[in-house]
Antibody, heavy 117, light 109 residues
Framework: EVLLVESGGGLVQPGGSLRLSCAVA????????MHWVRHRPGKGLEWVSC???????YYSDSVQGRFTISREYDANSLSLHLSSLRVEDTATYYC???????????WGRGTTVIVSS | IVMTQSPLSLPVTPGEPASISCRSSQSLLHSNGNNYLDWFLQKPGQSPQLLIYLGSNRASGVPDRFRGSGSGTVFTLQISRVEAEDVGVYYC?????????FGQGTKLE
């Protein structure tokens, strides 16, 4: 069974940094497009970033230049490095696999980031 | 691409049908003939789950009471007979162009 498990969330001050990880079981992170999606309190889902099978990387306008997506070969995991964090980045961050038809068919349980002084 | 859902709140009675509309600011029809429009359900306290992909294809394990339809810029999710387990927030999402984008969400209650 494909399993995605996020970690790395926590409390961080505005302007700070954090690294989120998504451990992946039963598939290679290099074989699929992988995404990060966040859910801010009281708001809807927001697409954040993705990395394609060819290593191409994309970001939403709200995180462009502050967040960096990557894959870790040895750990078979997906990462998201968050920097210059803002209060409005407070959210639960989910990683998801795209099955190849624009379908995010497997999701993790999420990890929560709180940006506050 | 801006995604607009309606209604934003949908009170329903178990056993009755329900319908959610999703409109995109640009056509989601790819040259390969597929519409890159997904539907997700986020139940309270849970991760989002895929219901429909490519506009009208039910994801694995999704009951056949869920039906997705539409093309271009207008899409609909229909539930033939709502069950208690269907409560949550429904989102449409376009997957044609990055940045991908979600609708605002429709709360089914």
């Amino acid at each position: 069974e494909v399993l995605l498990v996020e970690s790395g969330g926590g409390l961080v001050q505005p302007g700070g940094s954090l690294r989120l990880s998504c451990a992946v079981a039963d598939l290679s992170v290099y074989d699929y497009d992988m995404h990060w999606v966040r859910h801010r309190p009281g708001k809807g889902l927001e697409w954040v970033s993705c990395i394609g099978t060819a290593g191409d990387k994309y970001y939403s306008d709200s995180v462009q230049g502050r967040f960096t997506i990557s894959r870790e070969y040895d750990a078979n995991s997906l990462s998201l490095h968050l920097s210059s964090l803002r209060v409005e980045d407070t959210a639960t961050y989910y990683c998801a696999r795209e099955g190849g038809k624009g379908d995010m068919d497997v999701w993790g349980r999420g990890t929560t980031v709180i940006v506050s002084s | 691409i801006v995604m607009t859902q309606s209604p934003l709140s949908l009170p329903v009675t178990p056993g009755e049908p329900a319908s959610i509309s999703c409109r995109s600011s640009q056509s989601l029809l790819h040259s390969n003939g597929n519409n890159y429009l997904d539907w997700f359900l986020q139940k309270p306290g849970q991760s989002p789950q895929l219901l429909i992909y490519l506009g009208s294809n039910r994801a694995s394990g999704v009951p056949d009471r869920f039906r997705g339809s539409g093309s271009g810029t207008v899409f609909t999710l229909q539930i033939s007979r709502v069950e208690a387990e269907d409560v949550g927030v429904y989102y449409c999402m376009q997957a044609l162009h990055t940045p991908y984008s979600f609708g605002q969400g429709t709360k089914l209650e």
